[in-house]
């Protein structure tokens, strides 16, 4: 596909093996010649939440300089779009390792052949952290949301969780107040833009190592992501600060079921080890999805 702007755009569809499912990307793999405005307005043009643009290119030691638009605004990192990304340059340099150089540090991916004809892709998060949600944080958020504090999970306090960039992590007490998601735009995004937040990431349990996840992203101009690599990071570091996390493990987050685009992210956990590493699949898409609405 080419933009309107003459540069040539990729899409792919990541953390699921269907075109139907997952989070859409765009990729532009040559962006060596674009300025931070065009590459905006690139963004806002594909429409997706986030699309990556490979900025510095080193085939040869397999390293390449990523940065991230949504269509309203740069972000430090995102995962859906790194997937997305590393499938793309592995569908023609080969698999293997990657190294992403990133406005948040560098993360490695390994590619390699996964199930059903798709190529997968496991990143490596910087350093995971995350800390208690102050009273004031949470209360102006569920008051945008619409959501109650005894709507939570006891077992599952607030936090704002970092891995490459912050989230706050909500977890709703049943799976009902998790699919009746109907919140304040503006609001929300207020919230988010006065505390740093790249996203609000709203879970439900259904077993320690399976949850279901759905993740506001208003500051980027979309009421809703289906699959939010960064917000698993984060919330992989969120497992581990609290303790859940006993020995190495993979937790499964579902997400995008709600809105019809499931995906599938695998967390990796390793309680001795702040970096959290992701896990999906990729595909090219060949037209464009509907991915639910959007608000810029």
């Keep these: 596909m080419t933009s309107g702007t003459g540069t040539d755009v990729l899409r792919y569809t990541a953390f ?3 075109p139907a499912g997952g989070n859409p990307a765009g990729v ?9 405005p065009r590459m905006l307005a690139l963004a806002a ?17 397999r390293r390449f300089t990523l940065r991230y638009f949504s269509p309203l605004a740069e972000v430090d990192f995102c995962g859906h779009a790194t997937v997305a990304t590393a499938v793309a340059l592995a569908e023609r ?30 990143l490596t998060s910087v350093p995971t952290r995350s800390r208690p949600a102050a009273d004031a944080e949470l209360d102006a958020a569920l008051a945008a949301l619409g959501w109650e504090r005894g709507e939570l999970d006891p077992a599952l306090p607030p936090h704002v ?3 490459g960039v912050h989230h706050l992590v909500l977890a709703a007490a049943a799976r009902d107040r998790l699919a009746d998601l109907a919140y304040d735009f503006e609001a929300l995004a207020d919230v988010m833009r006065r505390h740093g937040w790249t996203t609000v990431h709203l879970v439900w349990r259904e077993a320690p190592d399976r949850f279901h996840a759905r993740d506001p992203f208003p500051v980027g101009g979309v009421v809703e992501d289906p699959a939010t690599g960064a917000a698993a990071a984060a919330f992989g570091g969120y497992l581990r600060e609290l303790g859940l996390v006993a020995e190495p493990a993979r937790v499964v987050v579902r997400q995008g079921e709600d809105m019809g685009r499931p995906s599938e992210l695998l967390v990796g956990v ?8 992701v896990t999906g699949r ?10 639910g609405p959007r608000a810029v």
């Excluded at 532009?28 to 931070?36: K, Q």
């Excluded at 293997?96 to 892709?121: N, R, S």
């Excluded at 390793?270 to 590493?277: C, E, K, S």
């Design 16 to 18: 699921s093996s269907d």
């Design 28 to 36: 532009v793999l040559d962006a060596s010649g674009l300025d931070e």
């Design 45 to 61: 043009e594909v429409g997706y939440s986030e699309t990556a643009f490979v900025t510095e290119a080193d085939p040869a030691r």
């Design 93 to 122: 340099i080969g698999p293997g390792e990657l190294v992403f150089d990133t406005p948040a540090g560098e993360i490695p991916v390994l590619t390699a052949a996964g199930g059903e004809g798709a190529l997968q892709a496991t």
């Design 161 to 163: 969780a970092f891995g």
């Design 270 to 277: 390793d309680p001795g080890d702040p970096r959290v590493r």
């Design 282 to 291: 990729a595909v090219a898409l060949a037209t464009p999805p509907v991915t």
